[in-house]
């Protein structure tokens, strides 16, 4: 079945620091991929998806390209916010029969001044 | 106007009890889900409707029913909560299955003592 591993946290990291978040994936087919952002007390919000190969999602200062051959969608920013502490989801939707979202187990990132 | 929402946002009870969360979403959409996430940030999903039907029922215990009596609203029932049901609750709409990209309500956070 479909899955999605992401990098275990908690990160910490300085203002303006670059971060990356790894996420890998098992998929028969060609899935389309998701990172989704929970800031503290809120629920999950979409931050960027890509729907094929060599796709690359981006909002507010974050990327992601979709790798095939390496089954990778790692998240990346490059200079980060204390806004931006918040706990980050990999997820992965399936086609056809198996379109059901598959969340990673997310990452907590804390963002210091 | 909030899109997604759930009430009550936090739930007391003890053991035995029964409990009901109530999800509304004014987004015109067909899919509505309710995923379960733990004390680790762990989603996990718990049912999913299209147009009224259910279409995802994961391995639940019998204890919660889901119900929908139209699409804007999906509802949650849990009968003789358990400690372990101690959670947060997160509603979720798509415009359709398999897109992937879902609207979260702001959750629901149910202890059992």
């Known amino acids: 079945g479909n899955s999605v591993t992401q990098m275990e946290g908690p990160v910490t990291l300085s203002e303006e620091a670059f971060l990356t978040i790894n996420c890998t994936y098992t998929?028969?087919?060609?899935?389309?991929l998701f990172w989704y952002v929970q800031y503290p007390g809120e629920g999950l919000q979409l931050l960027l998806k890509a729907t094929k190969a060599d796709d690359k999602g981006s909002n507010k200062g974050f990327e992601a390209t979709y790798r095939k051959e390496t089954t990778s969608f790692h998240l990346e920013k490059g200079s980060v916010q204390v806004s931006d502490s918040a706990v980050y989801f990999c997820?992965?939707?399936?086609?056809?029969?198996?379109?059901?979202?598959?969340f990673g187990a997310g990452t907590t990132v804390t963002v210091r001044a | 106007d909030t899109a997604v929402s759930q009430t009550p946002k936090y739930l007391v009870t003890q053991m035995g009890n029964d409990k009901s969360i109530k999800c509304e979403q004014n987004l015109g959409h067909d899919t509505m889900y309710w995923y379960k996430q733990d004390s680790k940030k762990f989603l996990k999903i718990m049912f999913s409707?299209?147009?009224?039907?259910?279409?995802i029922n994961e391995t639940v215990p019998n204890r919660f029913s889901p119900k929908s009596p139209d699409k804007a609203h999906l509802n949650l029932h849990i009968n003789s909560l358990e400690l372990g049901d101690s959670a947060v609750y997160f509603c979720a709409s798509s415009r359709g299955e398999g897109t992937g990209e879902l609207f979260f309500g702001e959750g629901s956070r149910l202890t059992v003592l």
């Open positions: 997820a992965l939707s399936g086609r056809s029969n198996d379109y059901k979202l598959s």
């Open positions: 998929a028969t087919g060609y899935p389309s």
């Open positions: 409707y299209n147009n009224k039907e259910l279409i």
